[in-house]
């Protein structure tokens, strides 16, 4: 049974940094492209940021290019997101994401497969 836990999550002033992981288990994980979407009150889910199954490339959202940064480490079975320079407006309850079946589409939630239940950043002006 697959799982993805994330955890990070946090408070911190506007311009602060914090960084989220998201651990997984019960999967292949070396072999899941992964994503990390956000949902702040009252909004649609949105895409952040994405990371091929070899980490060879990144994918960002333009609200998060140059300030956030995703990588992966396959044998921990673990995915990370750092965010520098952070705003007000990026207070949301952050989800990684896997897709099991490698499309290309990164920035649809349509393509992910396994979620976690979420981690909260709050960014306070």
């Known amino acids: 049974q697959v799982q993805l836990v994330e955890s990070g999550g946090g408070s911190v002033q506007a311009g602060g940094s914090l960084s989220v992981s998201c651990a997984a288990s019960?999967?292949?994980?070396?072999?899941?492209?992964m994503g990390w979407f956000r949902q702040a009150p009252g909004k649609e889910r949105e895409f952040v940021a994405a990371?091929?199954?070899?980490?060879?490339?990144?994918y960002y959202s333009d609200s998060v290019k140059g300030r956030f940064h995703v990588s992966r480490d396959n044998e921990k079975k673990t995915l990370y997101l750092r965010m520098d320079r952070l705003m007000p407006e990026d207070t949301a309850v952050y989800y990684c994401?896997?897709?099991?079946?490698?499309?290309?589409?990164?920035?649809?939630?349509?393509?992910?497969?396994?979620w976690g239940p979420g981690t909260q950043v709050t960014v306070s002006s």
């Open positions: 994401a896997a897709d099991s079946y490698g499309s290309t589409a990164y920035d649809s939630e349509d393509v992910y497969n396994y």
């Open positions: 019960g999967g292949a994980f070396g072999s899941w492209n």
């Open positions: 990371i091929k199954w070899s980490g060879s490339r990144q």
